[in-house]
């Protein structure tokens, strides 16, 4: 006669069901952009905060009780939360990460890939021309199925790994935010050219809106920078178009939306 054996109920701990929770809670906040208001909580503020006085620590002594140089950490600080925030709402990205880049690789969502949100970044962090601080360009496992590209602040005349990693993709617009020294130096890397090219599209103190792409997929899938002819026929780009059509209407007089 065959026997049925039952395996002994486990009890899941309660440290496990904590982390369990909190892992499908965040997986649950990235599945839209931010909301307005995110840069402004009280924990995005502090955050703010924070990250103005690392950026400080990148600078010589000397500098770093300067009104001036405190006012430009303060700026990149709020602008790279808000920004990156503003970025995942005009992207209209509903899961992170991975997740995200499956539904833009299948054509079922446009925008969102790691290095859309290095572009969008970089252009927001240009707004303003800088004494004290510099922005870079920089890349995890460069050439792998597992590139990914963020931005990076770091001050004048210095070098990589010496910054500060921004990386608005991996939590879909809620910004992250890592020494460079404390990265994998065997896996990431500065990435001059791409600086360079972003650098010549997005002057310091230019004038486009948060609504404009770099580069824009045309029809036949390829990417291409958004003022050539070729992309000025995409579907993509008529979507930025009339994404910046709308930004004239919902932030009038206003480059961006934060």
């Not at 929770?21 to 995005?44: E, F």
């Not at 790691?114 to 995890?140: A, K, S």
Request: net charge neutral; hydrophobic share 40%.
């Amino acid at each position: 006669m065959a026997m049925t054996v039952t395996a002994p109920k486990r009890q899941v701990p309660l440290r496990a069901l904590v982390h369990l929770l909190s892992a499908g809670a965040l997986l649950l906040a990235g599945c839209y952009p931010p909301p307005v208001q995110y840069p402004y909580t009280p924990l995005v503020t502090e955050r703010r905060s924070t990250l103005q006085e690392n950026l400080l620590t990148l600078l010589p002594p000397e500098q770093r009780q300067l009104a001036a140089a405190r006012a430009e950490a303060q700026w990149l600080a709020d602008t790279a939360y808000k920004a990156s925030a503003a970025i995942a709402r005009i992207n209209n990205s509903n899961f992170p990460g991975w997740a995200g880049n499956a539904l833009i690789n299948a054509y079922i969502q446009d925008r969102g890939l790691c290095w859309h949100y290095q572009h969008d970044m970089y252009r927001e962090l240009r707004r303003r021309e800088l004494r004290f601080f510099r922005i870079g360009c920089c890349v995890r496992d460069h050439t792998k199925l597992s590139e990914h590209n963020c931005v990076y602040i770091a001050a004048a005349g210095r070098h990589w790994p010496e910054a500060w990693v921004l990386d608005a993709w991996m939590w879909n617009g809620r910004l992250k935010v890592d020494p460079a020294v404390e990265l994998d130096a065997d896996e990431w890397g500065d990435l001059p050219e791409i600086c360079d090219m972003l650098c010549m599209a997005y002057p310091a103190g230019h004038t486009y809106p948060v609504e404009h792409w770099f580069s824009v997929r045309c029809d036949d899938g390829r990417y291409m920078i958004s003022s050539s002819n070729k992309a000025r026929q995409s579907a993509q780009y008529r979507r930025m178009y009339e994404n910046i059509q709308q930004g004239h209407k919902d932030h009038p007089g206003s480059l961006t939306n934060y």
